[in-house]
């Protein structure tokens, strides 16, 4: 594996990454957690710091440091716009993380909708884009679900069966979380246009390697969170144009009710937002261009290409390990995030990570919120999957440690050695 170091040189930038010096059990800590939240570099720190140390101070007052946290705000809200293609800042609302946004938002659709509309859902999604919607049941709002197959991917028949006049909603995500499946969002955005349905896009887990355009998908709602691409806990929503401000959102008269404020409650946490700027412009300085949308695009392209090519190495290297099952899809087309989920004969996901921990090497068990595929899939009661995923910090020489220490594990050599 070769990466063109004029492009990127992931040993030199690794040491951006304060945590990565960490040793436990004698060896460097491997990240290979990244799908539950990635490490954070030394400028998305700084920029957290440098808020606290010079300009804490509450927004729209007449005195300099609230004049600069207005700033700071306006200024993320940008350099967000350019992340995902938005015509604006005025496009980007913040919240604490997805899951609280996208409760706040559900209920102000909730507000306009009436008893008989539909709202269309996936069994492949992550819990915080359906128990949002699943709970507007309760005022007569009819949610339907789409199946998921065996395989891991999303039945679009039944999508397009299931899609009617009714339907005032579609959300789905972008990328499974659970088995790293890319999701076909321009045929569902097809479909939702032909009904006159509004679209959600749940992009937490497609954002920290692929370039998103908003505008080009088509979509009304995307939503992702900073702590996925190398920032601190900070969730963003895109809103088409306009369409914010059509929603009888659940605010307090103080609140600021144009857009992208409407949706936002409370004070915000400055410092954190601070650092979502910071984390946009490092994903930037890996790519090239005239514009900061431009270098931001070249660089979730040459930083995908790169996690594929480790992920796949993964994913092959799994695949010869005797005892080892992965699930989801393979990764013979680019459309497959760097997410490898698998179980292993004779080992539940929590004995499996507990082992990987023995060799320095993060890894998850569970479910992780996609409480409904692994159900469907029936492996719930099994203790869900172990998963693995890539960050741009992850090495080649990682994945050999992870391979071997999972192969040490289906032998029995691991656990004989941990006794």
């Known amino acids: 594996m070769k990466i063109d170091p004029k492009y990127l040189d992931i040993p030199e930038r690794r040491k951006e990454f304060p945590s990565l010096a960490r040793k436990h059990m004698g060896l460097p800590l491997a990240f290979f957690d990244g799908p539950g939240g990635t490490q954070v570099p030394q400028s998305v720190i700084d920029a957290i710091v440098?808020?606290?140390?010079?300009?804490?101070?509450?927004?729209?007052?007449?005195?300099?440091?609230?004049?600069?946290?207005?700033?700071i705000l306006e200024e993320t809200r940008e350099a967000a716009a350019a992340f995902l293609g938005a015509t604006s800042g005025k496009n980007i609302s913040f919240g604490h993380n997805m899951t609280t946004l996208n409760f706040t938002l559900s209920r102000a659709i909730g507000k306009a909708l009436v008893p008989g509309d539909e709202i269309l859902i996936t069994q492949l999604d992550h819990e915080a884009n359906r128990g949002p919607w699943l709970a507007l049941r309760d005022g007569g709002i009819v949610v339907r679900e789409v199946r998921l197959l065996p395989g891991g991917t999303l039945d679009y028949e039944d999508f397009r069966e299931k899609i009617g006049e009714n339907t005032r909603l579609v959300a789905m995500g972008f990328s499974s979380n659970a088995f790293g499946t890319i999701n076909d969002v321009e045929k569902v955005r097809g479909l939702t246009h032909k009904a006159g349905a509004w679209l959600l896009v749940d992009a937490v887990h497609y954002a920290p390697h692929f370039p998103i355009d908003v505008n080009a998908l088509g979509v009304d709602?995307?939503?992702?969170?900073?702590?996925?691409?190398?920032?601190?806990?900070?969730?963003?929503l895109y809103s088409r144009e306009g369409l914010l401000d059509s929603l009888p959102a659940f605010t307090l008269r103080t609140q600021e009710q144009q857009a992208p404020y409407r949706i936002e409650t409370g004070t915000l946490n400055h410092a954190a937002i601070a650092g979502v700027k910071a984390a946009i412009e490092f994903i930037a300085s890996?790519?090239?261009?005239?514009?900061?949308?431009?270098?931001?695009?070249?660089?979730?392209?040459?930083?995908?290409?790169?996690?594929?090519?480790?992920?796949?190495?993964i994913y092959e290297g799994l695949k010869r390990i005797d005892g080892v099952t992965i699930v989801g899809t393979s990764f013979d087309t680019s459309r497959r995030a760097p997410t490898v989920s698998f179980t292993m004969d004779?080992?539940?996901?929590?004995?499996?990570?507990?082992?990987?921990?023995?060799?320095?090497?993060?890894?998850?068990?569970?479910?992780?919120?996609?409480?409904?595929?692994?159900?469907?899939?029936?492996?719930?009661?099994?203790g869900g999957v172990t998963r693995v995923g890539v960050s741009l910090y992850n090495t080649g020489e990682e994945i050999?440690?992870?391979?071997?220490?999972?192969?040490?594990?289906s032998s029995g050599a691991l656990s004989q050695a941990c006794k």
Not at 50 to 71: Q, W
Not at 287 to 293: I, Y
Request: charged residues 25%; contains cysteine; glycine residues 10%.
């Open 400 to 409: 050999k440690r992870l391979l071997e220490a999972v192969a040490d594990i």
């Open 286 to 313: 890996f790519g090239s261009g005239g514009t900061f949308r431009e270098k931001i695009v070249s660089a979730m392209e040459r930083l995908g290409e790169y996690e594929h090519i480790l992920g796949k190495e």
């Open 346 to 382: 004779g080992f539940d996901p929590i004995e499996v990570c507990k082992l990987l921990d023995k060799r320095g090497i993060c890894a998850w068990d569970g479910n992780f919120y996609a409480i409904r595929p692994i159900e469907v899939l029936g492996l719930l009661e099994k």
């Open 50 to 71: 440098s808020y606290y140390c010079t300009c804490n101070s509450n927004t729209h007052g007449f005195f300099v440091t609230t004049n600069e946290s207005d700033r």
């Open 221 to 236: 709602f995307l939503l992702c969170s900073a702590y996925k691409f190398y920032g601190p806990h900070i969730g963003l």
